[in-house]
Each structure stands twice: as structure tokens, then as C-alpha cells.
């Protein structure tokens, strides 16, 4: 089975900052690796798909990067509505998915 | 607009079963090549991938649950289903629905329900 870890498991920090959190998988994955927002009581919301490839609708101060079992998810300058729990999930050995354990941002 | 709502007890005694209904509404859910799927968040936790299901009933479940847990779908009703057997109060969470949409071999679930909360107490 592939595990996914993801550091920091949270994060302090401040409207305009730059704020990157990195998932790991225990396998490499290519680039099949997505990524989540999720807001208190809210579904989690799709960001970023194989790797790199920003959702519709979705602020491009949004990015992804990486391939095979290293990836970064980067906010180029957190906005007050950025702050949340944010998953990754690989999808190589789709229909089988894995969630990482979540990092929370919370305003500093 | 593709939408999947959750419904089914909220309250579920240990070691009965849970009961979950997911209906997809705006769409078929025979009408293409999807996946559906369960997730789940205990209290204060990360997500949990429960299982899958082809449109076409092929099933694939976490190898943790894969012994207490049944998905099914319905087409007549465009509904899937799960079913977990012999909770416990660690099966306390919220369920999300979902489907993976897919670009070439790139899956990623784009369309989730509301969630619903279901705990397992007597």
C-alpha cells in the first residue's frame, strides 16, 4: 500500500507570506498526486490535480510541484481565506486512493 | 451541475451496521466512465478513503475496512450505498461522498457531497 506523509503537520503564518507544504509518498507516484483545501465543517475542495495542474476556478496563487515521491504545494502570498487544512492524495493506484494526514494554517 | 447529496441515520448503535445513501443528482451516474467513492473524517482527524465502485458495480475498499464494508450502486435510483458493518464508536465521523473525474489516466475528485455526520453510540 502507498502512504502519504506531509510536513509541517501545521503551520503559523501571516496574510502575504509565502507558505509551501511538502507530501511524501512511500512509492513513487509519477505525477499523480492531488491536492485539497478543506475549511472547518466544510467537503474538501480540489486544488491542484496530477501535480501541477491548477482546478478551474481555483486563485493561481495556487501551485503545484514535484514527481514521483516528492511534492510541494505552494501558496505564492496566503490571502485571509487561505487558512485551512490542506491534503494531499495520491491517485496512482486509482480506484485505491490516500489521503496525507493534513496540514493545518492557521493566521500567526 | 453534478451534484451528490448524503443521506441515512445519524445515529447507529455498536456493532450494528451503518447505512449510508449517496444521490447523484444533475447527471447519470450510468451515463459514463466514473467512479464513485466513500470518505470519511473521524472528529478532529484527516480523511480516510473508504472504498470505490465502477458504474458498472466493480468494487475496490480499504484494505482496514474491506471486511465490514459493502458498496453498491443503484442506477434505476442514481445512488450508490454503503454499508459498514459491527461499528464501534471509532466509525464516529463524517461521511463525504464523491466522484473522481479523470484526464487520461489522472483521477481526482472534483465533486463531493456535504457530508454527513454519523455516530456510533448506544
Known amino acids: 500500500d502507498i502512504q502519504m506523509t506531509q510536513s509541517p503537520s501545521s503551520l503559523s503564518a501571516s496574510v502575504g507570506d509565502r507558505v509551501t507544504i511538502t507530501c511524501r509518498a512511500s512509492q513513487s507516484i509519477s505525477s499523480y498526486l492531488n491536492w485539497y483545501q478543506q475549511k472547518p465543517g466544510k467537503a474538501p475542495k480540489l486544488l491542484i490535480y496530477a501535480a501541477s495542474s491548477l482546478q478551474s476556478g481555483v486563485p493561481s496563487r495556487f501551485s503545484g510541484s514535484g514527481s514521483g515521491t516528492d511534492f510541494t504545494l505552494t501558496i505564492s502570498s496566503l490571502q485571509p481565506e487561505d487558512f485551512a487544512t490542506y491534503y494531499c492524495q495520491q491517485s496512482y493506484s486509482t480506484p485505491v486512493f490516500t489521503f496525507g494526514p493534513g496540514t493545518k494554517v492557521d493566521i500567526k | 451541475q453534478l451534484q451528490l447529496q448524503e443521506s441515512g441515520p445519524g445515529l447507529v448503535k455498536p456493532s450494528e451496521t451503518l447505512s449510508l445513501t449517496c444521490t447523484v443528482s444533475?447527471?447519470?451516474?450510468?451515463?459514463?466512465?466514473?467512479?464513485w467513492g466513500w470518505i470519511r473524517q473521524p472528529p478532529g482527524k484527516g480523511l480516510e478513503w473508504i472504498g470505490s465502485i465502477y458504474y458498472s458495480g466493480s468494487t475496490y475498499y480499504n484494505p482496514s475496512l474491506k471486511s465490514r464494508v459493502t458498496i453498491s450502486v443503484d442506477t434505476s435510483k442514481n445512488q450508490f450505498s454503503l454499508k459498514l458493518s459491527s461499528v464501534t464508536a471509532a466509525d464516529t465521523a463524517v461521511y463525504y461522498c464523491?466522484?473522481?473525474?479523470?484526464?487520461?489516466?489522472?483521477?481526482?475528485?472534483?465533486?463531493w457531497g456535504k457530508g454527513t455526520t454519523v455516530t456510533v453510540s448506544s
Open positions: 444533475g447527471g447519470s451516474i450510468s451515463s459514463s466512465s466514473y467512479y
Open positions: 464523491a466522484r473522481p473525474a479523470w484526464l487520461g489516466d489522472y483521477y481526482y475528485m472534483d465533486v
